[in-house]
């Protein structure tokens, strides 16, 4: 129920639902990075936040009613709920700040009460894993290929698709959204379409190593340039929480059985298709691109994360980007032989007494 009151100058003060429609609203057609409209998922992200959790806690409530405590109470339930992460928690009080920080520059509350460190939950930074070895990248798509075998339909899919975030860095939406028309292997790219910003709108050279991925996976399929490279069998998108759970970690399990029947330790824990995407970077450093093409192939605006990649993987001396070339350019026998006579570098295990 709307509750307005009088300010000095005449005015009504709003509810915050009507506040917040009006600040979302505006992040709709000016939000942004260009200044120029949220992308879709960056406003399905903002839905979230205010749908599902801010306007059932604050909807009723005028914007100057909103007190430090009212916003420290909503956290606390929050946290008892346990339905989010501290992160996540964050990230909507975060969203309130925001709206109520627009209602103090238009002088219509004094201060902003949800603003400072000490209405945020702590929270650690969670741990990036990505995949930095040869056999555990190719030991991940073999285990792809198993779930494909075991599958009754949209034979190769599996395999194909985690080779796309692999050897490609595609977002795992990115991915999902690709139509067979934006994959040219006569001309060795993709053409990323459903990017988040300007930037990630992009094209891709493909890797030799994904040419045969894709190449293989076309031929086992009646496909038309309109159909979704990695499209469900009634040829709707896939959710990316179904890839999360029926395709990267049953990948994971079959990996890290195969892994640990050659005595060889398994794949990092916490792996999502974000991380096969940090792989991909990681890949082109192997492979002595520099920073400004990783970024362009990556479609990212931030050289942070690049260049801590770059320093990693540039910092090795271990012999895996030599590993690691001969997996992108396609010389699988040359990466056996190498694994083979270095069982050190291929993460094999020593036994008791064993020199």
């Not at 405590?69 to 309130?96: C, F, H, M, Q, W």
């Not at 040219?184 to 300007?198: G, H, N, P, S």
Request: aromatic content about 4%.
């Amino acid at each position: 129920m709307s509750t307005h009151g009088p300010v000095e100058d005449g005015r009504e003060i709003p509810t915050f639902e009507e506040f917040a429609a009006q600040w979302f609203e505006r992040q709709t057609v000016e939000g942004g990075r260009a200044g120029t409209g949220l992308a879709a998922k960056s406003r399905e992200d903002l839905e979230w936040r205010l749908a599902g959790h801010l306007l059932p806690a604050f909807a009723s409530r005028r914007v100057d009613e909103i007190s430090i405590r009212d916003v420290d109470g909503y956290r606390l339930g929050k946290v008892r709920e346990g339905e989010l992460a501290p992160s996540s928690i964050n990230k909507t009080i975060a969203t309130l700040a925001s709206i109520l920080e627009v209602a103090v520059e238009y002088e219509i509350i004094g201060r902003n009460p949800a603003h400072g460190r000490r209405r945020r939950l702590r929270s650690s930074t969670p741990k990036r894993s990505w995949l930095d070895r040869a056999d555990h990248i190719a030991a991940l798509l073999d285990g792809a290929g198993v779930l494909d075998q075991e599958a009754r339909a949209a034979c190769g899919q599996r395999r194909a698709l985690l080779a796309t975030l692999v050897f490609g860095g595609l977002r795992v939406g990115e991915a999902l959204a690709l139509r067979w028309r934006d994959v040219d292997l006569e001309r060795d790219t993709i053409l990323v379409r459903a990017a988040k910003t300007d930037a990630g709108m992009r094209g891709v050279n493909v890797l030799p190593v994904l040419h045969e991925e894709l190449a293989s996976y076309r031929d086992q399929r009646t496909i038309s340039d309109d159909d979704l490279t990695f499209g469900t069998g009634t040829g709707r998108p896939h959710g990316a929480s179904n890839v999360r759970r029926r395709v990267l970690a049953k990948a994971v399990e079959r990996a890290d059985a195969a892994l640990e029947q050659d005595g060889i330790d398994p794949l990092p824990t916490g792996l999502t298709p974000h991380a096969l995407r940090r792989t991909f970077a990681s890949l082109l450093f192997a492979m002595g691109e520099t920073p400004p093409y990783v970024m362009a192939q990556m479609g990212h605006t931030s050289a942070n994360l690049t260049l801590s990649l770059y320093a990693r993987q540039m910092d090795r001396r271990d012999g895996e980007p030599e590993r690691l070339r001969a997996l992108v350019e396609g010389r699988a026998g040359e990466l056996a032989a190498s694994v083979a006579h270095d069982p050190i570098a291929s993460g094999h295990r020593t036994r008791p007494g064993d020199d």
